[in-house]
């Protein structure tokens, strides 16, 4: 079983920036799908961004591109997401998720808010005030 942990959620003012971090303690990332995702109280869950590891092929909702960028440290074994010029609708509860295979659809997972993704963390809290 992989077990992801997020780190870096906070709180700060609308315009600021966050980084947030997925690691797996005990396990190498290897092929296959990661991704962000979100989910503010009294909402569904929504993708954010999703990656594919074996070529770096990234996709981002409407939302919040141009702000965020998903990125893979292989050296360090650490899926991050940079949000620039945060928004409050930004507040969330952010979750990394993840499918180790190379069968797995980015595109799909970031479109069905995480469908086909096997691991998921327990999420960071995001708090963006105006």
């Known amino acids: 079983q992989v077990q992801l942990v997020e780190s870096g959620g906070g709180s700060v003012q609308a315009g600021g920036s966050l980084r947030l971090s997925c690691a797996a303690p005990g396990y190498t990332y290897s092929s296959g799908c990661m991704g962000w995702f979100r989910q503010a109280p009294g909402k569904k869950r929504e993708g954010v961004a999703t990656?594919?590891?074996?070529?770096?092929?990234?996709y981002y909702a409407d939302s919040v591109k141009g702000r965020f960028t998903i990125a893979q440290d292989n050296a360090k074994n650490t899926l991050y997401l940079q949000m620039n010029s945060l928004k409050p609708e930004d507040t969330a509860t952010y979750y990394c998720?993840?499918?180790?295979?190379?069968?797995?659809?980015?595109?799909?997972?970031?479109?069905?808010?995480?469908?086909?993704?096997?691991?998921w963390g327990k999420g960071t809290l995001v708090t963006i005030s105006s």
């Open positions: 998720a993840a499918a180790f295979h190379q069968d797995c659809n980015p595109r799909y997972g970031l479109g069905t808010a995480g469908g086909g993704m096997d691991y």
């Open positions: 990656i594919f590891t074996d070529d770096g092929s990234t």
